[in-house]
C-alpha cells in the first residue's frame, strides 16, 4: 500500500466526474482527495486525486478509468519526480493578545493573514500534507474554528508532460461544429 | 432538411443498417413511435417486457455482429432495461438502448415516470448520453453506434427528452466519427507478437484458452490455422464455444468450474497458455494463485485494462484477435505436441467427466444430448442459466459460430426465451433452440406472446427438475443438503403454451424424448416441450467455489453402462 497522485486531463463535460468517482467507488477505492480545475487546452480540466493502494490495484483502476471516453489523458505520477502542493484555509480563534504569537507561526511557514476579526483569524497556508498538518498543530491550542483544503495538485518535474495533449487537435475533435446547439450532451451529475 | 428529434432518430437508425428494434411505448418516447411508419425499413417489435427487448436485442447482436437496438420509455421502462444492458455489458456486446426522458423542464423534478437512468447506468454502460439539444442527436446517435460496435463492444444507452423528440431541426450525417481519446487499438504491437511466438515456438505444452473475442472478431479460420500450424490444443471458455469447430481433433471442450475435468488437470500441468479474447473470470481460473503453476502466460485482447487484470502475463498483447493472430500466425513455427497431446487424450479417457449412464430415468443431459443430435448442423441454441446452461455448454460440440447463445458474465435467469426470440428474428431460416431451466423459464414467459404473435418457430426444452436445479445443488453439496426454497410450484407448462396459441408437449419417459424432438423439429410454428427430468441430478463435474482447477470433483463414477458410444462421451 501506498499514496498514488494520479492526473488526468478530462473532457469537461456534465456526467465526467460521476464517471471517474464511479470506476473507483467499485473497485472499493476511497479517494482521499480529488481536486479539479480547468486546464490549459479550453474545454479540458485537469483532475489530480490521491489514494492509497498498491501498485497492481491503482493501476488497474487507472487502466479503467482510460476507458471512460471522457478521459483524454491520465498517468499515475507516484513514480515520477512530481511537485506537489496543496492550499489550506484555516480559521483560528485568536484575541488581540495571541494575534502576535499567531503571526510569528504565519512567518516561520511563510503563510497568509487573509482576514482578522476581533476573535478570530484566517490564514492561508500553501505547502505539502506535512506542512499543512504542522502548522495545524501549532494552531490547534489556540483553538481552530475551521480548517478547509484543498486537496493535492501535482504535476510532473522538468520538461515531461505524461498529460499533456497537443491543443490544436483538441480543436479539431470539438464535440460539434461551433454555433450549433447550445445544450450539454452526458449525465447530469 | 429540417426534421424533428424522434425523425432524426429513426433516419440515424437507418442510415446504421438497423432492421429490427425491440421496444415498448410509453409516455415519454410517444413521438419516436409516431415516426415509425415513415420508416417502415426499420421494423419494431412490441415486446410485453424491456428487459426482454435488451435480451433479445443483446441475442440479435450476438449471432449477428450489428449493434442490437431497443426503446424503452423514461423511468420504469428504462430501469427494466437495466438487467439487459448490464448482461451486454459483462458480456461485451454491441446495444444501443434509446430511451424516453421525461421533457427537459421536469428533468430533476421528480416528475412522472422519471428516473436518472444515465445516473443508474454509469457503471454498466460503455457510454451513455442525456441529449438536450435536438441539434445534438444525430451526431450522438452515431457516436453511440460507433462507440457500441468497435473495440470491445458494449451497451450504449441515449436518453432523450420528450420535447427534444419533437423539437426540429437540420439533420446533418456525421460521415465520420473522431474522438480524442477514444481510439481502439486492432493491430497489436509486433515487437509482442514476435516474443509471443517465440514463446509458442519454445513451449512444449502449450494450450490455447479461446473465449468470446474469438467469436466477436471473427477470428475462427485464424485461430483454427495457428492451432494446426503449431498443434495446440484448444479450449473454449463458455461464451468461446463455437469459436473454434466443435469436431476438430484439436478441440477440447469448456475449462472451469463445470468444464471437462480434463481441461481443469491439463490447465495445471501447461507449460504455455494463450489466453486469446478471454478475459480469465474466477469461474475460469479458480483460486488464481493456483491457477497454471507452470505456464507463462500470453494474453491477447482488445482491452488494454483486461492484461493483467486477473493474471500476471508473460506477453501482453492489446489488439483485435483476428488481426493479431493474422500477424503472428506466419511467425509460428510448425510444430508437432504429439506427446501432449496424448497426455491429454489419457486425462480423457480416464476422465470422461461427460459420460451419461444408460438409466431409464429422463437425465437431463441425456435431453440436451439428444436435442444436439437430432437437430441440423447450422441450429442455434440459447441458453438460461444454471445447471440446464452447463450441460449444454458441456455437451455442445458444434460447428456453428456463434452457434452457442447464453448469458455468461452476469448469469441471467430468465435470459432464455427473449434471447431466442433475438435470435430467431436474426436468424429466420435456421433452427433455433431454446434451452429453458423451470426457475428461468418463468422469469420471462410472457414473451411467449410476442413469439406467437411473430410466429417464430422457436422450440423451447424446458429442462424440467421441479427445482432451482444449481441453488439446489449448492445447497446439497455445500450447505448439508439444506434445500431451501428452490422447490418451485410448476403451471402446467403445456395448457400454458397453448393458452398462448402454441404447441406444447409434455415428456415424462425416457421412451418419448426422441420422439418429441423429433415432432417438435417437425412443427413448423413455435412448440414448447416440457421435459420432466430427474430432479435430483447434479452437474459434474464441478469445482467447489474458492478451490483451485485442480480441486474439481469428477462426474462420480457409476455402474450402469454409458448411454451413448460417442467419440466425445468416452466410456470408461
Known amino acids: ?189 | 432538411m429540417k426534421m424533428t428529434g424522434a425523425q432524426i432518430v429513426m433516419e440515424c437508425l437507418a442510415r446504421e443498417g438497423v432492421e429490427h428494434i425491440f421496444g415498448y411505448p410509453g409516455g415519454a418516447n410517444l413521438p419516436l413511435y409516431d415516426t415509425l411508419p415513415q420508416y417502415p425499413q426499420v421494423r419494431h417489435i412490441l415486446v410485453r417486457h424491456e428487459q426482454a427487448a435488451a435480451h433479445a436485442a443483446d441475442a440479435y447482436a450476438r449471432v449477428t455482429g450489428k449493434a442490437g437496438v431497443c426503446f424503452a420509455t423514461s423511468g420504469p421502462g428504462a430501469t427494466n432495461l437495466v438487467t439487459g444492458i448490464a448482461n451486454a455489458w459483462m458480456d461485451s456486446v454491441p446495444l444501443v438502448c434509446i430511451t424516453g426522458a421525461v421533457a427537459t423542464w421536469l428533468i430533476g423534478r421528480d416528475g412522472f415516470q422519471e428516473a436518472d437512468i444515465t445516473g443508474i447506468t454509469v457503471p454498466i454502460t460503455k457510454q451513455n448520453y442525456l441529449v438536450l439539444d435536438v441539434n445534438d442527436i444525430a451526431y450522438t446517435m452515431r457516436e453511440a453506434f460507433h462507440i457500441a460496435t468497435t473495440g470491445r463492444p458494449g451497451p450504449v444507452l441515449v436518453d432523450i427528452p420528450r420535447d427534444i423528440q419533437q423539437e426540429s431541426a437540420e439533420f446533418h450525417w456525421p460521415e465520420k466519427i473522431e474522438l480524442l481519446n477514444y481510439r481502439p487499438v486492432t493491430k497489436g504491437h509486433p515487437s509482442q507478437i514476435k516474443k509471443a511466438a517465440q514463446l509458442i515456438d519454445e513451449a512444449e505444452r502449450p494450450l490455447i484458452l479461446a473465449g468470446h473475442g474469438v467469436v466477436i472478431s471473427h477470428a475462427y479460420d485464424e485461430l483454427r490455422e495457428l492451432a494446426e500450424r503449431a498443434h495446440i490444443p484448444v479450449i473454449c471458455t463458455l461464451l468461446g464455444l463455437g469459436g473454434f469447430p466443435g469436431s476438430h481433433e484439436l478441440f477440447m471442450g469448456m475449462p472451469g468450474m463445470h468444464g471437462m475435468y480434463w481441461n481443469n488437470i491439463a490447465i495445471g500441468e501447461a507449460d504455455l497458455i494463450m489466453g486469446i479474447g478471454m478475459r480469465f473470470d474466477d469461474r475460469v481460473t479458480g483460486r488464481l494463485k493456483d491457477f497454471a503453476p507452470h505456464a507463462k502466460i500470453i494474453h491477447i485482447d482488445v482491452d488494454p485494462a483486461e492484461i493483467g487484470k486477473n493474471v500476471k502475463t508473460a506477453v501482453p498483447i492489446v489488439g483485435d484477435v483476428k488481426h493479431v493472430l493474422q500477424a503472428m500466425n506466419p511467425l509460428v513455427q510448425p510444430a508437432r505436441h504429439d506427446a501432449w497431446y496424448q497426455r491429454i487424450m489419457q486425462l480423457r479417457q480416464e476422465h470422461p467427466s461427460i459420460t451419461i449412464p444408460k438409466v431409464d430415468k429422463v437425465l437431463p443431459q441425456y435431453v440436451i444430448k439428444k436435442v444436439y443430435e437430432m437437430s441440423p448442423p447450422d441450429t442455434y441454441y440459447v441458453t438460461g442459466v444454471g445447471q440446464h446452461q452447463m450441460w449444454a455448454a458441456q455437451f455442445y460440440w458444434g460447428d456453428n459460430p456463434a452457434g452457442f447463445v447464453t448469458s455468461g458474465g452476469l448469469g441471467t435467469m430468465g435470459f432464455e426465451v427473449p434471447a431466442a426470440m433475438g435470435v430467431q428474428f436474426a436468424k429466420p431460416k435456421h433452427t433455433v433452440w431454446s434451452f429453458c431451466g423451470d426457475g428461468g423459464f418463468q422469469m420471462n414467459v410472457q414473451e411467449l406472446a410476442t413469439i406467437v404473435e411473430h410466429e417464430l418457430p422457436i422450440k423451447f426444452a424446458i429442462i424440467n427438475n421441479g427445482h432451482l436445479g444449481m441453488v439446489r445443488q449448492w445447497q446439497h453439496l455445500y450447505y448439508a443438503d439444506n434445500l431451501q426454497s428452490v422447490r418451485l410450484f410448476q403451471p402446467d407448462y403445456v395448457k400454458l403454451a397453448e393458452a398462448y396459441g402454441m404447441a406444447g408437449m409434455r415428456v415424462t419417459d425416457k421412451l418419448e424424448v426422441e420422439s418429441a424432438i423429433e415432432k417438435a423439429l417437425r412443427h413448423p410454428g413455435p412448440v414448447l416441450i416440457d421435459f420432466e427430468v430427474e430432479q435430483h441430478e447434479d452437474t459434474f463435474p464441478a469445482m467447489p467455489p474458492g478451490a483451485a482447477l485442480s480441486e474439481t470433483v469428477d462426474l462420480p463414477r457409476f455402474d450402469a453402462e454409458p448411454e451413448f458410444e460417442h467419440e466425445k462421451v468416452r466410456s470408461r
Open chain 1, 1 to 189: 500500500m501506498s499514496k498514488h497522485t494520479i492526473v488526468a486531463l478530462v473532457q469537461n463535460r456534465p456526467g465526467v466526474l460521476n464517471r471517474i468517482a464511479s470506476k473507483w467507488r467499485q473497485r472499493g477505492f476511497n479517494i482521499e482527495s480529488l481536486t479539479v480545475g480547468h486546464s490549459e487546452v479550453a474545454g479540458l480540466s485537469r483532475m489530480t486525486f490521491t489514494v492509497d493502494g498498491t501498485t497492481t490495484d491503482v493501476d488497474q483502476v487507472t487502466k479503467q478509468m482510460y476507458k471512460i471516453i471522457e478521459v483524454v489523458k491520465i498517468a499515475d505520477l507516484t513514480e515520477h519526480n512530481i511537485v506537489y502542493r496543496e492550499l489550506a484555509l484555516v480559521k483560528v480563534s485568536a484575541t488581540a493578545q495571541q494575534r502576535s504569537a499567531i503571526i510569528e507561526i504565519v512567518d516561520i511557514f511563510r503563510a497568509k493573514i487573509l482576514d482578522v476579526a476581533a476573535d478570530s483569524v484566517i490564514i492561508e497556508v500553501t505547502g505539502t500534507e506535512d506542512k499543512i498538518d504542522a502548522i495545524f498543530e501549532l494552531f490547534r491550542p489556540y483553538g481552530i474554528k475551521e480548517l478547509v483544503r484543498t486537496g493535492r495538485v501535482a504535476m510532473a518535474r522538468g520538461g515531461g508532460t505524461p498529460t499533456s495533449v497537443d491543443g490544436s487537435k483538441v480543436e479539431q475533435h470539438r464535440y460539434r461544429p461551433a454555433g450549433e446547439g447550445k445544450a450539454k450532451v452526458g449525465s447530469l451529475i
